[in-house]
């Protein structure tokens, strides 16, 4: 099973509008990092958000962690065209490695 | 921007052929990182290096997949006998450090095996 999962596998909005993709995981982390990944490419990351930290901010993208409930969300805000990708949160759990979860789906439509 | 590069792009092999991909880590970055990402965007964790040196690596890894990160030439992951299971985009990324710190990938190497 997976140690990191966002909790929506698509989601889709209009450019201008703004959107929050959900994670959770399952133990204990030591940071955990938003990735996006576009099409023909390989992840690059958004935000890190250590364990002791509530919220990162980064431009338009707002991360935020509960240690208590295990989840993170990232807020887009003002979505362009652009911002179409696939959106990965990664735990950092042993320091060696990120557990990424499976991606949610974001489509901006003009 | 990263500026990790990874050759070739596209790599089509038979089964039981070997398959032998490369990466360039960004300048200055002692870790490098493999992970395999399938068609159904799930990613594994393969092996990762610091300097030339293995830090961590999966049991798969340990049977036909070897890798090595030689001073001063390009970082290697080679399957020693290609199964239709290992179609996937092999990403290679590369950190400053192993430790809650940013992960640069690269663009991955697709491998069919047919």
């Known amino acids: 099973s997976q140690l990191a999962e966002e909790n929506s596998w698509a989601l889709s909005v209009h450019e201008g509008e703004s959107v929050t993709v959900n994670c959770s995981y399952k133990?204990?982390?030591?940071?955990l990092q938003w990735y996006r990944q576009k099409s023909g490419k390989g992840p690059a990351q958004l935000i890190l958000?250590?364990?002791?930290?509530r919220e990162k901010r980064n431009g338009r993208l707002r991360a935020t962690l509960d240690t208590s409930s295990q989840s993170s969300s990232l807020s887009i805000t003002a979505t362009r065209c652009e911002d179409t990708a696939v959106y990965f949160c990664?735990?950092?759990?042993?320091?060696?490695?990120?557990?990424f979860g499976t991606g949610t789906s974001l489509l901006v439509d003009p | 921007n990263s500026k990790v590069i990874q050759t070739p792009r596209y790599l089509v092999k038979g089964q039981g052929q070997k398959a032998k991909m490369r990466c360039i880590p960004e300048?200055?970055?002692?870790?490098v990182f493999w992970y395999q990402q399938n068609k159904n965007n799930e990613f594994k964790f393969l092996i990762n290096?610091?300097?030339?040196?293995?830090?961590?690596q999966i049991d798969m890894t340990e049977k036909r997949f070897s890798a090595e990160c030689p001073s001063n030439s390009p970082c290697s992951l080679e399957i020693q006998s290609s199964e239709a299971g290992d179609s996937a985009l092999y990403l290679c990324?590369?950190?400053?450090?192993?430790?809650?710190?940013?992960?640069?990938f690269g663009p991955g190497t697709r491998l069919l095996v047919l």
């Open positions: 990324a590369s950190s400053l450090s192993r430790v809650q710190d940013t992960q640069y």
């Open positions: 133990t204990s982390i030591t940071a």
């Open positions: 958000i250590r364990s002791n930290e």
């Open positions: 990664a735990t950092d759990i042993l320091g060696y490695k990120l557990t």
């Open positions: 300048k200055g970055h002692p870790v």
């Open positions: 290096f610091q300097n030339q040196e293995v830090l961590q």
